[in-house]
């Protein structure tokens, strides 16, 4: 009789606790599927949060701005063996998939739609970002696993995925010249809602696009296409229209090297590569960019790649200026900027793709324009009878070096520059692990190997065995 009562009992208490456990346990005050105002500032907030700090410690040394004197295989070209940072991957396609979601929802629900612009022009910027660094990589089935049931995406080619970034511009600006709706944009913390501003970037991006399509494919329709999308389509043209958003000056929103610890931020130091370029060019900038060694209170860099083993006295050297640590409140997270475009049209003048448009002219603009974003008055001779003053005979690589200067910490982009142009001259890192090359494409991370396996046999294959020395598409240097 015992044995039944407690028999009986265990029965009601499980009863008990499973009637209605959905109910019970679901919490109504809840939302029932993500809001794309969430989402969005999620995307651009979250990416550029993690890809500012990778940009900084990995993106900087690939781009010479900077050194690394401890824990140092990366800028050693160890490019397999991130340590401080070095693996954009994840990063990325974090904000892609968020990204996909928020264009889901924007198709799904019409009182959404506002929303798919902007995500179209995201994709198509993450998806540049992305395959600028490792050349071929998932990109059309990688975000349909929900309703295709693909977990293991193929790898897409580079070409196609840039003829695919250049329809999702097109597209973006169609549908938002289209939008008739009522619902505003929220989230939005780069252009406060504002459309206009979306499609001004996106116009921009398409300019940047099509400057590297028209390597291997140089033709008149890249030309052309160019050409109308800078003087008939509205673009980033001025600092106020950029596509930034700020850092602020202490937590929770600062730039978050200024937050890593002491013992980090002392083993980046100025690059010989630096250190030349400023001062063959008597640039201000220095001083916003870096602080002066303590020991000499020069500016004086170092080699990249050097051997951690050998005496190295930290104070002898530059170090990151105070904007990157103690000033962030002036620091930006740049996505897309008025200087950049400017840059992107003086290229294509001097490389005679716009006929009698004059290189000078957007030269000139841009830099004034690159001197105002980083706040350095810039001297009145230099760009009339200083050394920053605009010669047609080098004027490609006083436009990439102009543009290097600029887009410091702003993630690999003065690698990507630099494979693209040859401009400004790297260095051979000192102690290479590379055997003595330049990488020129970041390495498939080892997850791939694990997760995506036939695939990722092909993508390596592709690349000599995942190699750093295989160039990616429009890398014809």
Same mark, same amino acid.
């Given at each position: 009789?015992?044995?039944?009562?407690?028999?009986?009992?265990?029965?009601?208490?499980?009863?008990?606790?499973?009637?209605?456990?959905?109910?019970?346990?679901?919490?109504?005050?809840?939302?029932?599927?993500?809001?794309?105002?969430?989402?969005?500032?999620? !995307?651009?907030? &979250? @990416?550029?949060? $993690?890809? /500012?700090?990778? %940009?900084?410690?990995?993106? #900087?040394?690939?781009? *010479?701005?900077?050194?690394?004197?401890?824990?140092?295989?990366?800028?050693?070209?160890?490019?397999?063996?991130?340590?401080?940072?070095?693996?954009?991957?994840?990063?990325?396609?974090?904000?892609?998939?968020?990204?996909?979601?928020?264009?889901?929802?924007?198709?799904?629900?019409?009182?959404?739609?506002?929303?798919?612009?902007?995500?179209?022009?995201?994709?198509?910027?993450?998806?540049?970002?992305?395959?600028?660094?490792?050349?071929?990589?998932?990109?059309?089935?990688?975000?349909?696993?929900?309703?295709?049931?693909?977990?293991?995406?193929?790898?897409?080619?580079?070409?196609?995925?840039?003829?695919?970034?250049?329809?999702?511009?097109?597209?973006?600006?169609? !549908?938002?010249? &289209? @939008?008739?709706? $009522?619902? /505003?944009?929220? %989230?939005?913390?780069?252009? #406060?809602?504002?459309? *206009?501003?979306?499609?001004?970037?996106?116009?921009?991006?398409?300019?940047?696009?099509?400057?590297?399509?028209?390597?291997?494919?140089?033709?008149?329709?890249?030309?052309?296409?160019?050409?109308?999308?800078a003087f008939t389509d509205p673009i980033i043209d001025?600092?106020?229209?950029?596509?930034?958003?700020?850092?602020?000056?202490?937590?929770?929103?600062?730039?978050?090297?200024?937050?890593?610890?002491?013992?980090?931020?002392?083993?980046?130091?100025?690059?010989?590569?630096?250190?030349?370029?400023?001062?063959?060019?008597?640039?201000?900038?220095?001083?916003?960019?870096?602080?002066?060694?303590?020991?000499?209170?020069?500016?004086?860099?170092?080699?990249?790649?050097?051997?951690?083993?050998?005496?190295?006295?930290?104070?002898?050297?530059?170090?990151?200026?105070?904007?990157?640590?103690?000033?962030?409140?002036?620091?930006?997270?740049?996505?897309?900027?008025?200087?950049?475009?400017?840059?992107?049209?003086?290229?294509?003048?001097?490389?005679?793709?716009?006929?009698?448009?004059?290189?000078?002219?957007?030269?000139?603009l841009a830099v004034q324009q690159a001197f105002d974003?980083?706040?350095?008055?810039?001297?009145?001779?230099?760009?009339?009878?200083?050394?920053?003053?605009?010669?047609?005979?080098?004027?490609?690589?006083?436009?990439?070096?102009?543009?290097?200067?600029?887009?410091?910490?702003?993630?690999?982009?003065?690698?990507?520059?630099?494979?693209?142009?040859?401009?400004?001259?790297?260095?051979?890192?000192?102690?290479?692990?590379?055997?003595?090359?330049?990488?020129?494409?970041?390495?498939?991370?080892?997850?791939?190997?694990?997760?995506?396996?036939?695939?990722?046999?092909?993508?390596?294959?592709?690349?000599?065995?995942?190699?750093?020395?295989?160039?990616?598409?429009?890398?014809?240097?």
């Amino acid at each position: 009789m015992k044995n039944t009562i407690r028999l009986l009992s265990i029965l009601f208490l499980f009863t008990a606790c499973t009637k209605d456990f959905e109910a019970i346990n679901t919490n109504e005050n809840a939302p029932s599927e993500v809001q794309p105002e969430l989402l969005l500032r999620q !995307v651009l907030y &979250g @990416y550029g949060d $993690a890809m /500012s700090y990778e %940009g900084f410690v990995a993106g #900087n040394l690939l781009s *010479q701005h900077f050194s690394m004197i401890d824990f140092n295989l990366f800028d050693r070209h160890a490019l397999s063996s991130p340590q401080e940072g070095g693996n954009p991957w994840p990063i990325l396609y974090t904000a892609l998939r968020d990204n996909e979601t928020i264009l889901e929802l924007s198709r799904q629900n019409p009182a959404q739609a506002v929303y798919e612009g902007p995500a179209l022009v995201m994709k198509a910027y993450l998806a540049m970002t992305l395959t600028d660094m490792y050349g071929d990589v998932p990109f059309s089935e990688a975000f349909s696993g929900r309703s295709t049931g693909v977990t293991k995406p193929a790898y897409d080619r580079q070409e196609n995925i840039y003829s695919t970034i250049d329809d999702l511009l097109t597209d973006a600006v169609f !549908v938002m010249n &289209g @939008y008739q709706g $009522a619902q /505003s944009l929220s %989230g939005d913390i780069l252009f #406060n809602g504002d459309l *206009q501003g979306w499609k001004k970037f996106a116009n921009s991006l398409r300019l940047k696009a099509l400057m590297k399509m028209s390597g291997p494919i140089d033709n008149d329709v890249i030309r052309d296409a160019f050409i109308f999308t800078a003087f008939t389509d509205p673009i980033i043209d001025e600092n106020a229209e950029n596509a930034t958003f700020d850092f602020t000056g202490g937590p929770p929103n600062s730039f978050p090297f200024a937050t890593a610890r002491v013992g980090i931020f002392n083993v980046f130091l100025m690059s010989e590569t630096a250190e030349e370029i400023f001062a063959a060019l008597n640039d201000p900038r220095v001083a916003t960019l870096y602080r002066p060694s303590s020991a000499s209170g020069d500016f004086s860099g170092i080699i990249n790649g050097i051997d951690a083993t050998n005496a190295i006295v930290p104070d002898n050297f530059a170090r990151p200026g105070t904007v990157f640590r103690e000033n962030t409140g002036d620091l930006e997270f740049n996505f897309m900027t008025a200087w950049e475009t400017n840059f992107l049209i003086a290229e294509a003048a001097q490389r005679g793709f716009v006929g009698t448009i004059s290189a000078k002219e957007y030269y000139d603009l841009a830099v004034q324009q690159a001197f105002d974003y980083w706040n350095t008055s810039m001297p009145d001779d230099y760009l009339t009878t200083g050394p920053g003053a605009y010669n047609p005979v080098n004027g490609l690589e006083q436009i990439i070096t102009q543009k290097w200067i600029a887009n410091i910490g702003n993630a690999y982009e003065g690698w990507a520059e630099w494979r693209r142009t040859g401009f400004p001259a790297l260095k051979p890192a000192d102690a290479s692990l590379n055997a003595g090359l330049y990488p020129v494409r970041m390495p498939y991370p080892s997850d791939e190997q694990a997760l995506n396996f036939e695939n990722y046999q092909a993508a390596a294959a592709a690349t000599d065995g995942n190699s750093v020395n295989v160039p990616v598409w429009w890398d014809l240097e």
